[in-house]
C-alpha cells in the first residue's frame, strides 16, 4: 500500500522560514494535499497541488513536487507563532494516506 | 463554505456501552464520507468509506460489526462504536467529499474530530 514519510518534528523561530518535507511511494496520486491540525481539532486543509505541476504559490505557502523523486515540499514563509500545529501530506484522490505528519514548533 | 460537523465534540462512556458519533456537511451535499481514527501522536487511520445510500466500504482490519456505519442521507453520517471497551478510547475523524454552490470539490473537507474516551 502506499506509504508516507515526513520527519517528526520541525522547530523554527518566528519570521523565519520553514520547509516540511514529505516522501510518497504512490505515483498515481492525482492531487497532493498538506493538512494542517492544531491540538484536538480536526485536519484543515491549506492547499494542494496537482500531480502535474512542479510548483504551487499560495500566499506563504509554496509547494513543490519533484514527482520522479516522489518528494512533496510545504514552505511557509514569515512563519508565526499561529502556524504551530501538526502538518500532514497525503497523496491520494479517492482515498487519502496519512503519514505521521511534522509537529512545527515556532517560538517567538 | 464545505463546512463539516461533529458531534459530540467529547464523550465519555462506560464500558460495554454503545455510542453514537454523528457527522455532517454543513452547506454542502456529501456524497462521500471517511471515517478516520488518530490515536495520540500518531497518524490517521481511515476506518471506513461510505457513500450516501449504500454499505459502507471497511478498511482491512476494522470490525465492520463494530463500528457501524450509517450514511443515509447527502448530509448525515453516523459511526456508531457498539460494545465499547477502553481500547475504543481514540479520536474519531470524519471528512465529508461531493458537491458544493461552487461544483463537485474533490478535496476532503474534514470535521472537528470526537474524542472518546471508554471507562
Known amino acids: 500500500g502506499e506509504d508516507v514519510e515526513q520527519s517528526l518534528f520541525l522547530s523554527v523561530r518566528e519570521g523565519d522560514s520553514s520547509v516540511i518535507n514529505c516522501t510518497y511511494t504512490?505515483?498515481?496520486?492525482?492531487?497532493l494535499y498538506w493538512y494542517k491540525q492544531e491540538p484536538g481539532a480536526g485536519l484543515q486543509l491549506l492547499t494542494y497541488?496537482?500531480?502535474?505541476?512542479d510548483m504551487k504559490q499560495d500566499q506563504r505557502l509554496t509547494v513543490l513536487l519533484n514527482k520522479k523523486d516522489k518528494h512533496l515540499s510545504l514552505r511557509i514563509a514569515d512563519t508565526q507563532t499561529g502556524d504551530s500545529a501538526i502538518y500532514f501530506c497525503?497523496?491520494?484522490?479517492?482515498?487519502?494516506?496519512f503519514g505521521t505528519g511534522t509537529r512545527l514548533l515556532v517560538s517567538p | 463554505g464545505a463546512v463539516v460537523s461533529q458531534h459530540p465534540s467529547r464523550v465519555i462512556c462506560k464500558s460495554g456501552t454503545s455510542v453514537k458519533i454523528e457527522c455532517r456537511s454543513l452547506?454542502?451535499?456529501?456524497?462521500?464520507m471517511f471515517w478516520y481514527r488518530q490515536f495520540p501522536k500518531q497518524s490517521l487511520m481511515l476506518m471506513a468509506t461510505?457513500?450516501?445510500?449504500?454499505?459502507?466500504?471497511?478498511e482491512q482490519g476494522v470490525e465492520k460489526d463494530k463500528f457501524l456505519i450509517n450514511h443515509a442521507s447527502l448530509t448525515l453520517s453516523t459511526l456508531t462504536v457498539t460494545s465499547a471497551h477502553p481500547e475504543d478510547s481514540s479520536f474519531y475523524i470524519c471528512?465529508?467529499?461531493?458537491?458544493?454552490?461552487?461544483?463537485?470539490?474533490?478535496?476532503?473537507?474534514f470535521g472537528p474530530g470526537t474524542r472518546l474516551t471508554v471507562l
Open positions: 471528512s465529508a467529499r461531493g458537491m458544493t454552490s461552487g461544483g463537485p470539490r474533490d478535496e476532503q473537507f
Open positions: 504512490d505515483s498515481s496520486s492525482t492531487y
Open positions: 497541488i496537482f500531480s502535474n505541476m
Open positions: 497525503s497523496p491520494g484522490f479517492q482515498k487519502l494516506v
Open positions: 452547506d454542502f451535499q456529501a456524497t462521500t
Open positions: 461510505s457513500n450516501e445510500g449504500s454499505k459502507a466500504t471497511y
